[in-house]
Protein backbone atom coordinates (compact mmCIF):
# COMPACT_ATOMS: atom_id res chain seq x y z
CA UNK A 1 0.00 0.00 0.00
CA UNK A 2 1.14 3.41 -0.56
CA UNK A 3 1.52 4.22 3.11
CA UNK A 4 4.30 1.88 3.28
CA UNK A 5 6.06 4.27 1.17
CA UNK A 6 9.81 5.25 2.96
CA UNK A 7 10.97 8.71 1.80
CA UNK A 8 14.47 7.70 1.65
CA UNK A 9 14.07 4.82 -0.37
CA UNK A 10 12.52 7.17 -3.57
CA UNK A 11 16.56 7.98 -4.92
CA UNK A 12 17.66 4.82 -3.44
CA UNK A 13 15.04 2.62 -6.12
CA UNK A 14 15.40 6.08 -8.68
CA UNK A 15 19.56 4.44 -8.90
CA UNK A 16 17.95 1.18 -9.54
CA UNK A 17 15.99 2.39 -12.42
CA UNK A 18 18.48 4.55 -13.94
CA UNK A 19 20.59 1.65 -13.68
CA UNK A 20 18.28 -0.43 -15.94
CA UNK A 21 16.96 2.76 -18.19
CA UNK A 22 19.96 4.77 -19.65
CA UNK A 23 19.56 2.99 -23.07
CA UNK A 24 21.48 0.48 -25.12
CA UNK A 25 24.94 1.85 -24.90
CA UNK A 26 24.97 3.23 -21.75
CA UNK A 27 22.60 1.28 -19.28
CA UNK A 28 23.35 -1.53 -17.24
CA UNK A 29 22.19 -4.45 -15.08
CA UNK A 30 21.99 -5.04 -11.50
CA UNK A 31 24.10 -7.05 -9.50
CA UNK A 32 22.61 -10.29 -8.20
CA UNK A 33 22.21 -7.88 -4.67
CA UNK A 34 21.02 -4.75 -6.30
CA UNK A 35 18.53 -6.87 -7.79
CA UNK A 36 17.50 -8.72 -4.21
CA UNK A 37 17.81 -5.11 -2.29
CA UNK A 38 15.18 -3.36 -5.33
CA UNK A 39 12.64 -6.76 -5.36
CA UNK A 40 12.57 -6.42 -1.44
CA UNK A 41 11.63 -2.77 -1.72
CA UNK A 42 9.22 -3.68 -4.16
CA UNK A 43 7.42 -6.42 -2.07
CA UNK A 44 7.14 -4.66 0.76
CA UNK A 45 5.59 -1.82 -1.45
CA UNK A 46 8.46 1.36 -0.08
CA UNK A 47 8.36 2.44 -3.83
CA UNK A 48 5.75 4.47 -5.94
CA UNK A 49 3.48 2.94 -7.89
CA UNK A 50 5.02 4.51 -10.64
CA UNK A 51 8.55 3.56 -9.64
CA UNK A 52 6.83 -0.08 -9.93
CA UNK A 53 5.40 0.45 -13.20
CA UNK A 54 8.53 1.43 -14.70
CA UNK A 55 10.99 -0.96 -13.34
CA UNK A 56 9.09 -3.83 -14.52
CA UNK A 57 8.62 -2.63 -17.97
CA UNK A 58 12.16 -1.76 -18.29
CA UNK A 59 13.35 -4.70 -17.01
CA UNK A 60 10.45 -6.67 -19.79
CA UNK A 61 12.16 -4.23 -22.42
CA UNK A 62 15.93 -5.35 -22.05
CA UNK A 63 14.88 -8.59 -20.28
CA UNK A 64 16.49 -9.82 -17.15
CA UNK A 65 19.98 -10.81 -17.35
CA UNK A 66 20.21 -14.28 -14.59
CA UNK A 67 22.21 -12.38 -12.00
CA UNK A 68 18.67 -10.12 -11.93
CA UNK A 69 16.70 -12.98 -11.58
CA UNK A 70 18.81 -14.46 -8.71
CA UNK A 71 18.42 -11.60 -6.93
CA UNK A 72 14.55 -11.26 -7.62
CA UNK A 73 14.07 -15.20 -6.88
CA UNK A 74 15.67 -14.87 -3.66
CA UNK A 75 13.72 -12.12 -2.40
CA UNK A 76 10.24 -14.09 -3.23
CA UNK A 77 11.55 -16.60 -1.91
CA UNK A 78 11.64 -15.20 2.12
CA UNK A 79 7.74 -14.41 1.45
CA UNK A 80 6.52 -17.45 0.89
CA UNK A 81 4.08 -19.35 2.99
CA UNK A 82 6.86 -20.34 4.95
CA UNK A 83 4.54 -23.94 5.89
CA UNK A 84 4.88 -25.70 2.37
CA UNK A 85 8.93 -26.17 3.01
CA UNK A 86 7.92 -28.54 6.13
CA UNK A 87 6.08 -31.16 3.14
CA UNK A 88 7.70 -34.21 1.96
CA UNK A 89 8.14 -33.14 -1.56
CA UNK A 90 10.14 -35.16 -4.11
CA UNK A 91 9.73 -32.60 -7.10
CA UNK A 92 8.12 -29.05 -7.00
CA UNK A 93 5.98 -28.30 -10.45
CA UNK A 94 5.71 -24.43 -11.52
CA UNK A 95 2.79 -25.12 -13.93
CA UNK A 96 2.04 -21.09 -14.95
CA UNK A 97 1.94 -21.60 -19.58
CA UNK A 98 -1.45 -22.94 -19.48
CA UNK A 99 -2.59 -24.75 -22.33
CA UNK A 100 -4.38 -23.95 -25.69
CA UNK A 101 -3.05 -26.19 -28.22
CA UNK A 102 -3.54 -29.61 -26.34
CA UNK A 103 -4.57 -30.51 -23.15
CA UNK A 104 -2.26 -31.23 -19.58
CA UNK A 105 -1.21 -33.91 -20.42
CA UNK A 106 1.68 -33.64 -17.68
CA UNK A 107 -1.58 -33.67 -15.12
CA UNK A 108 -1.79 -37.98 -15.82
CA UNK A 109 2.38 -38.09 -15.56
CA UNK A 110 1.75 -36.37 -12.11
CA UNK A 111 -0.72 -38.80 -11.11
CA UNK A 112 1.51 -41.93 -12.51
CA UNK A 113 4.70 -41.27 -10.94
CA UNK A 114 2.29 -40.12 -7.49
CA UNK A 115 1.29 -43.81 -7.74
CA UNK A 116 4.92 -44.72 -7.67
CA UNK A 117 5.46 -43.69 -3.85
CA UNK A 118 6.71 -40.34 -5.21
CA UNK A 119 5.58 -36.87 -3.81
CA UNK A 120 4.76 -33.93 -6.06
CA UNK A 121 3.45 -30.21 -5.29
CA UNK A 122 1.90 -27.84 -8.31
CA UNK A 123 1.79 -24.18 -8.51
CA UNK A 124 0.24 -21.87 -10.79
CA UNK A 125 -2.20 -18.83 -11.54
CA UNK A 126 -5.06 -17.98 -13.99
CA UNK A 127 -3.12 -15.27 -15.92
CA UNK A 128 -5.08 -12.63 -17.39
CA UNK A 129 -6.07 -12.36 -21.12
CA UNK A 130 -4.41 -15.22 -22.09
CA UNK A 131 -6.66 -17.37 -23.30
CA UNK A 132 -5.57 -20.30 -22.17
CA UNK A 133 -6.08 -23.34 -19.95
CA UNK A 134 -5.43 -23.29 -16.41
CA UNK A 135 -4.91 -26.00 -14.00
CA UNK A 136 -6.79 -24.41 -11.44
CA UNK A 137 -9.56 -24.77 -13.93
CA UNK A 138 -9.32 -27.92 -15.09
CA UNK A 139 -8.39 -29.57 -11.71
CA UNK A 140 -11.87 -29.01 -10.45
CA UNK A 141 -13.74 -30.75 -13.23
CA UNK A 142 -11.68 -33.90 -12.56
CA UNK A 143 -12.51 -34.45 -9.22
CA UNK A 144 -9.19 -33.09 -7.93
CA UNK A 145 -9.70 -31.04 -4.95
CA UNK A 146 -7.03 -27.58 -4.80
CA UNK A 147 -5.18 -26.36 -2.02
CA UNK A 148 -5.67 -23.52 -0.18
CA UNK A 149 -3.56 -24.03 2.53
CA UNK A 150 -0.21 -25.90 3.69
CA UNK A 151 -2.42 -28.45 5.79
CA UNK A 152 -4.94 -29.05 3.46
CA UNK A 153 -1.59 -29.83 0.98
CA UNK A 154 -0.86 -32.21 3.21
CA UNK A 155 -3.78 -33.67 3.62
CA UNK A 156 -4.19 -34.26 -0.20
CA UNK A 157 -0.42 -35.59 -0.66
CA UNK A 158 -1.26 -38.28 2.24
CA UNK A 159 -4.23 -39.28 0.17
CA UNK A 160 -3.19 -39.18 -3.75
CA UNK A 161 0.80 -38.08 -3.55
CA UNK A 162 0.46 -34.95 -5.13
CA UNK A 163 -1.19 -31.68 -4.39
CA UNK A 164 -2.00 -28.27 -5.86
CA UNK A 165 -2.20 -24.84 -4.78
CA UNK A 166 -2.78 -21.70 -6.13
CA UNK A 167 0.00 -18.59 -6.31
CA UNK A 168 -2.26 -16.22 -4.38
CA UNK A 169 -2.12 -18.42 -1.57
CA UNK A 170 1.08 -19.21 -1.58
CA UNK A 171 2.98 -15.54 -2.62
CA UNK A 172 0.58 -12.98 -2.68
CA UNK A 173 2.99 -10.51 -3.61
CA UNK A 174 4.13 -12.01 -6.96
CA UNK A 175 0.16 -13.42 -7.82
CA UNK A 176 -0.46 -9.65 -7.41
CA UNK A 177 2.93 -8.92 -10.03
CA UNK A 178 1.80 -11.25 -12.20
CA UNK A 179 -2.05 -9.87 -12.81
CA UNK A 180 -0.51 -6.33 -13.43
CA UNK A 181 -0.83 -7.58 -16.55
CA UNK A 182 -4.44 -6.80 -17.00
CA UNK A 183 -3.14 -2.89 -16.49
CA UNK A 184 0.39 -3.03 -18.31
CA UNK A 185 -0.96 -5.10 -21.63
CA UNK A 186 2.19 -6.88 -21.57
CA UNK A 187 3.73 -9.82 -19.24
CA UNK A 188 6.60 -8.71 -16.14
CA UNK A 189 9.37 -10.91 -14.99
CA UNK A 190 7.06 -12.43 -12.57
CA UNK A 191 5.76 -14.82 -15.03
CA UNK A 192 9.81 -16.21 -15.34
CA UNK A 193 10.34 -15.92 -11.18
CA UNK A 194 6.72 -17.87 -10.44
CA UNK A 195 8.56 -20.62 -12.18
CA UNK A 196 11.63 -20.14 -10.65
CA UNK A 197 9.73 -20.51 -7.16
CA UNK A 198 10.10 -23.74 -5.88
CA UNK A 199 7.50 -23.03 -3.16
CA UNK A 200 7.84 -26.26 -1.73
CA UNK A 201 11.81 -25.84 -1.83
CA UNK A 202 11.70 -29.45 -2.57
CA UNK A 203 15.19 -30.24 -3.25
CA UNK A 204 14.22 -30.92 -7.15
CA UNK A 205 12.16 -28.14 -9.61
CA UNK A 206 11.05 -29.09 -12.87
CA UNK A 207 10.55 -25.91 -15.06
CA UNK A 208 8.92 -25.27 -18.69
CA UNK A 209 9.64 -22.31 -20.75
CA UNK A 210 8.17 -21.35 -24.07
CA UNK A 211 11.60 -19.18 -25.57
CA UNK A 212 14.81 -20.28 -26.77
CA UNK A 213 17.90 -19.19 -24.48
CA UNK A 214 15.61 -18.65 -21.71
CA UNK A 215 16.06 -22.60 -20.48
CA UNK A 216 19.88 -21.56 -20.31
CA UNK A 217 19.27 -18.58 -18.26
CA UNK A 218 17.03 -20.51 -15.73
CA UNK A 219 19.70 -22.91 -15.37
CA UNK A 220 22.68 -20.25 -14.82
CA UNK A 221 20.06 -18.28 -12.46
CA UNK A 222 20.29 -21.74 -10.03
CA UNK A 223 23.74 -22.26 -10.20
CA UNK A 224 24.15 -18.61 -9.13
CA UNK A 225 20.94 -19.05 -6.14
CA UNK A 226 22.70 -22.38 -5.25
CA UNK A 227 26.05 -20.72 -4.69
CA UNK A 228 24.63 -18.10 -2.43
CA UNK A 229 22.56 -20.81 -0.13
CA UNK A 230 25.91 -23.39 -0.37
CA UNK A 231 22.65 -25.41 -1.85
CA UNK A 232 22.96 -28.75 -3.71
CA UNK A 233 19.20 -28.52 -5.26
CA UNK A 234 18.63 -29.81 -8.56
CA UNK A 235 16.63 -27.90 -11.30
CA UNK A 236 15.50 -29.24 -14.74
CA UNK A 237 14.37 -26.99 -17.27
CA UNK A 238 13.14 -27.32 -21.01
CA UNK A 239 11.14 -25.88 -23.54
CA UNK A 240 7.84 -27.62 -23.06
CA UNK A 241 5.07 -27.72 -24.82
CA UNK A 242 3.16 -24.06 -24.86
CA UNK A 243 5.58 -23.38 -22.21
CA UNK A 244 4.19 -25.60 -19.76
CA UNK A 245 5.86 -28.37 -17.46
CA UNK A 246 5.35 -31.23 -20.73
CA UNK A 247 7.34 -32.83 -22.75
CA UNK A 248 6.54 -32.21 -26.64
CA UNK A 249 6.92 -35.56 -28.38
CA UNK A 250 7.48 -34.02 -31.95
CA UNK A 251 10.80 -31.73 -31.54
CA UNK A 252 13.97 -32.80 -30.86
CA UNK A 253 14.98 -30.82 -26.93
CA UNK A 254 17.90 -29.71 -25.04
CA UNK A 255 17.26 -30.26 -21.40
CA UNK A 256 19.10 -27.97 -19.08
CA UNK A 257 19.75 -29.76 -15.54
CA UNK A 258 21.60 -27.73 -12.83
CA UNK A 259 22.74 -29.72 -9.77
CA UNK A 260 23.98 -27.44 -6.79
CA UNK A 261 26.67 -25.28 -8.98
CA UNK A 262 27.30 -27.82 -11.93
CA UNK A 263 25.10 -27.01 -14.91
CA UNK A 264 25.22 -29.70 -17.79
CA UNK A 265 22.66 -29.93 -21.10
CA UNK A 266 21.35 -33.19 -22.52
CA UNK A 267 19.85 -33.63 -25.91
CA UNK A 268 16.68 -35.17 -26.32
CA UNK A 269 15.14 -36.86 -29.82
CA UNK A 270 11.62 -35.99 -30.92
CA UNK A 271 9.72 -39.59 -30.22
CA UNK A 272 6.79 -38.78 -32.66
CA UNK A 273 7.65 -39.68 -36.60
CA UNK A 274 5.23 -36.96 -37.68
CA UNK A 275 3.28 -33.84 -36.32
CA UNK A 276 -0.45 -34.45 -34.57
CA UNK A 277 -3.18 -33.13 -35.43
CA UNK A 278 -3.91 -29.93 -33.11
CA UNK A 279 -7.61 -31.02 -31.71
CA UNK A 280 -9.99 -28.26 -32.10
CA UNK A 281 -11.31 -28.49 -28.76
CA UNK A 282 -9.80 -29.37 -25.70
CA UNK A 283 -12.22 -31.39 -23.91
CA UNK A 284 -10.98 -31.86 -20.25
CA UNK A 285 -12.55 -35.41 -19.63
CA UNK A 286 -10.16 -36.98 -22.64
CA UNK A 287 -7.72 -36.78 -20.16
CA UNK A 288 -10.01 -39.95 -17.68
CA UNK A 289 -10.60 -41.44 -20.93
CA UNK A 290 -6.58 -41.86 -22.07
CA UNK A 291 -6.00 -42.54 -18.41
CA UNK A 292 -8.68 -45.50 -18.82
CA UNK A 293 -7.26 -46.93 -21.09
CA UNK A 294 -10.39 -46.22 -23.10
CA UNK A 295 -9.29 -43.70 -25.84
CA UNK A 296 -6.05 -44.22 -27.49
CA UNK A 297 -3.74 -41.24 -28.40
CA UNK A 298 -0.24 -41.69 -29.53
CA UNK A 299 0.37 -37.57 -29.08
CA UNK A 300 -1.06 -37.78 -25.49
CA UNK A 301 1.16 -41.37 -24.92
CA UNK A 302 3.88 -40.03 -25.61
CA UNK A 303 3.66 -36.97 -24.00
CA UNK A 304 2.86 -38.60 -20.90
CA UNK A 305 6.04 -40.92 -20.93
CA UNK A 306 8.13 -38.47 -22.30
CA UNK A 307 6.81 -36.12 -19.14
CA UNK A 308 7.61 -39.19 -16.95
CA UNK A 309 11.22 -39.88 -17.70
CA UNK A 310 12.22 -35.98 -16.90
CA UNK A 311 10.98 -36.75 -13.16
CA UNK A 312 13.10 -39.90 -13.57
CA UNK A 313 15.80 -37.98 -14.50
CA UNK A 314 15.49 -35.12 -12.02
CA UNK A 315 14.80 -37.15 -8.88
CA UNK A 316 16.25 -40.62 -9.40
CA UNK A 317 19.60 -39.42 -11.41
CA UNK A 318 18.67 -41.60 -14.17
CA UNK A 319 20.28 -41.82 -17.56
CA UNK A 320 18.02 -40.42 -20.28
CA UNK A 321 17.65 -44.04 -21.48
CA UNK A 322 17.13 -45.72 -18.12
CA UNK A 323 14.39 -43.05 -16.88
CA UNK A 324 12.76 -43.38 -20.57
CA UNK A 325 12.50 -47.52 -19.99
CA UNK A 326 11.26 -46.62 -16.86
CA UNK A 327 9.01 -43.89 -17.55
CA UNK A 328 7.38 -46.42 -19.58
CA UNK A 329 6.95 -49.22 -16.85
CA UNK A 330 5.19 -46.83 -14.57
CA UNK A 331 2.79 -45.86 -17.18
CA UNK A 332 1.60 -49.14 -18.38
CA UNK A 333 1.58 -50.24 -14.31
CA UNK A 334 -0.80 -47.60 -13.24
CA UNK A 335 -4.43 -47.85 -11.57
CA UNK A 336 -6.21 -47.60 -14.22
CA UNK A 337 -9.24 -47.03 -12.40
CA UNK A 338 -10.00 -43.20 -12.02
CA UNK A 339 -9.35 -42.27 -8.02
CA UNK A 340 -11.31 -39.26 -8.00
CA UNK A 341 -15.21 -38.69 -8.03
CA UNK A 342 -15.94 -36.70 -11.26
CA UNK A 343 -18.59 -34.17 -10.96
CA UNK A 344 -22.07 -34.93 -12.01
CA UNK A 345 -22.24 -31.83 -14.20
CA UNK A 346 -19.15 -30.35 -15.28
CA UNK A 347 -19.33 -26.11 -15.31
CA UNK A 348 -16.22 -25.81 -17.68
CA UNK A 349 -16.92 -25.79 -21.28
CA UNK A 350 -14.43 -27.33 -23.80
CA UNK A 351 -11.98 -24.86 -25.15
CA UNK A 352 -11.77 -23.50 -28.52
CA UNK A 353 -8.17 -23.71 -29.45
CA UNK A 354 -8.81 -20.98 -31.55
CA UNK A 355 -8.82 -19.00 -28.24
CA UNK A 356 -12.27 -19.17 -26.46
CA UNK A 357 -14.53 -21.11 -24.96
CA UNK A 358 -17.02 -23.11 -26.10
CA UNK A 359 -20.17 -24.07 -25.02
CA UNK A 360 -21.17 -27.01 -24.04
Known amino acids: MRNNIHPENIPEFKEFIRIIGRGQRAGGTLTQVQAYQAMKMLINDEITPEQKGAFLMLLRVREETAEELAGFIQAFREVNEPQLADLPIDIDLGCYAGKRRHLPWFLLAVMAFAQQGKTLFLHGTHEPDSNRLYLKDVLPQLGIDVATSACQAKNLLAQHGFSYMDLADINPKLDAMIQLRSQFGLRSCANTLARMLNASQSANSLQGVFHRDVDKK ?26 EVEYNPERDLTLYLCRGRLETSINVPATLSHWATKPKTLDVMQLVHVWQGEQINDYATHGIIGTLSLFYMLVDKLTLEQANAQAELCWQARNKTWPFTLPAKPDLPSFDTTGKHQAH
Open 218 to 243: HSRCASLVNEQAQSENSILCFRGEGG
